[in-house]
């Protein structure tokens, strides 16, 4: 294993956290930047936007080379292959030290350290990925919030938003959560979403931050609001109950992302789901967030994955995170 600065990459739709270490583990700085799922907003401004990230990391560290950038990316679902890598590299990195992986199995790698398991993922968009006995890796969701992503922060934002609508029209149920839809957009008639909505400017992202009210409100016992989160959920179960019964070695369950990592009870509400037509599941958070399970895949790829640079890794995270350089 080649010394030298290895750097692990969460690259999500909405932000990208990229973090630099040494061979032995030790997490020396960290960076964060504009998303980098090519699919919404292109390869050369996905490509700018990681730039950023990793030359900061370079700056901070002193240093104008790297051994290896391993890549959580949003835009897979599995192995980026050699022409994938290229395109992705362009002239701006080496494509022969450019390890695209998607971002569900780097989130994975912070749960199970390569052993067998499924990794929930239920953000701005959802997807799950489970890694079996035999290294296969199976995939539900991820399709995007045109086709799916059911779970996902974009889907509850969304029916939350109709229910208000709903709600305005005499055809919904009461809830607070046409209140939270004038409040959240800052607007005096709900019908004035319609051109916030539409506008060219406006983007997925911003309308999945409005799921904040919706499981806000469905925590405090809002019934709409409880029931969008329910039927999320029980989706989001089926589809991990339909990979356990095929995979049954993938018995540790994990589940990342903002629905879950600032939402404790819909990690819970999920974990009953689940439990009650799967027995023996455990459902946790990762040990280790995304960016450094992509430097536990790497470390890993290289036969250097020991107790030592796990230690050295969580240890030297923790102690910067909290302080990490915004781009």
Same mark, same amino acid.
């Given at each position: 294993?080649?010394?030298?600065?290895?750097?692990?990459?969460?690259?999500?739709?909405?932000?990208?956290?990229?973090?630099?270490?040494?061979?032995?583990?030790?997490?020396?700085?960290?960076?964060?930047?504009?998303?980098?799922?090519?699919?919404?907003?292109?390869?050369?401004?996905?490509?700018?936007?990681?730039?950023?990230?990793?030359?900061?990391?370079?700056?901070?560290?002193?240093?104008?080379?790297?051994?290896?950038?391993?890549?959580?990316?949003?835009?897979?679902?599995?192995?980026?292959?050699?022409?994938?890598?290229?395109?992705?590299?362009?002239?701006?990195?080496?494509?022969?030290?450019?390890?695209?992986?998607?971002?569900?199995?780097?989130?994975?790698?912070?749960?199970?350290?390569?052993?067998?398991?499924?990794?929930?993922?239920?953000?701005?968009?959802?997807?799950?990925?489970?890694?079996?006995?035999?290294?296969?890796?199976?995939?539900?969701?991820?399709?995007?919030?045109?086709?799916?992503?059911?779970?996902?922060?974009?889907?509850?934002?969304?029916?939350?938003?109709?229910?208000?609508?709903?709600?305005? $029209?005499?055809?919904? !149920?009461?809830? /607070? &959560?046409?209140?939270?839809?004038? *409040?959240?957009?800052? %607007?005096?008639?709900? =019908?004035?979403?319609?051109?916030?909505?539409?506008?060219?400017?406006?983007?997925?992202?911003?309308?999945?931050?409005?799921?904040?009210?919706?499981?806000?409100?469905?925590?405090?016992?809002?019934?709409?609001?409880?029931?969008?989160?329910?039927?999320?959920?029980?989706?989001?179960?089926?589809?991990?109950?339909?990979?356990?019964?095929?995979?049954?070695?993938?018995?540790?369950?994990?589940?990342?992302?903002?629905?879950?990592?600032?939402?404790?009870?819909?990690?819970?509400?999920?974990?009953?789901?689940?439990?009650?037509?799967?027995?023996?599941?455990?459902?946790?958070?990762? $040990?280790?967030?995304? !960016?450094?399970? /992509? &430097?536990?895949?790497?470390?890993? *790829?290289?036969?250097? %994955?020991?107790?030592? =640079?796990?230690?050295?890794?969580?240890?030297?995270?923790?102690?910067?995170?909290?302080?990490?350089?915004?781009?």
């Amino acid at each position: 294993m080649e010394s030298g600065l290895w750097i692990g990459v969460d690259g999500g739709g909405t932000h990208t956290t990229a973090i630099a270490a040494r061979e032995d583990g030790t997490v020396l700085a960290a960076a964060v930047s504009g998303g980098i799922n090519y699919n919404n907003i292109g390869l050369d401004k996905a490509r700018e936007n990681l730039s950023r990230a990793v030359n900061e990391l370079l700056s901070v560290c002193k240093t104008k080379s790297y051994t290896s950038l391993c890549v959580g990316l949003s835009a897979l679902d599995r192995e980026a292959d050699a022409t994938e890598r290229a395109a992705f590299a362009g002239n701006v990195f080496d494509p022969e030290r450019l390890d695209l992986q998607s971002d569900a199995y780097t989130a994975l790698m912070g749960l199970t350290l390569g052993a067998p398991g499924l990794i929930i993922i239920c953000g701005t968009g959802s997807i799950m990925l489970a890694l079996g006995n035999d290294g296969r890796q199976i995939v539900r969701g991820g399709w995007g919030h045109l086709l799916g992503d059911i779970g996902s922060g974009y889907a509850i934002a969304l029916e939350g938003i109709r229910a208000a609508i709903d709600m305005s $029209e005499g055809v919904g !149920e009461s809830t /607070a &959560l046409s209140d939270d839809a004038l *409040r959240f957009f800052d %607007l005096q008639n709900l =019908r004035d979403l319609i051109a916030r909505v539409y506008s060219p400017a406006f983007s997925t992202e911003q309308l999945a931050q409005f799921a904040r009210s919706v499981l806000r409100r469905a925590e405090e016992g809002d019934a709409v609001a409880l029931r969008i989160v329910r039927r999320n959920m029980k989706h989001v179960a089926e589809q991990a109950a339909d990979i356990l019964r095929s995979a049954p070695e993938c018995s540790r369950v994990g589940v990342y992302g903002g629905v879950f990592t600032h939402n404790p009870f819909v990690a819970t509400m999920l974990g009953e789901m689940l439990g009650s037509v799967v027995s023996g599941v455990s459902v946790s958070l990762p $040990e280790y967030p995304p !960016e450094l399970g /992509a &430097l536990i895949h790497a470390y890993r *790829r290289g036969g250097a %994955l020991t107790g030592k =640079r796990l230690r050295n890794l969580k240890e030297s995270y923790s102690a910067i995170s909290e302080n990490k350089n915004r781009l």
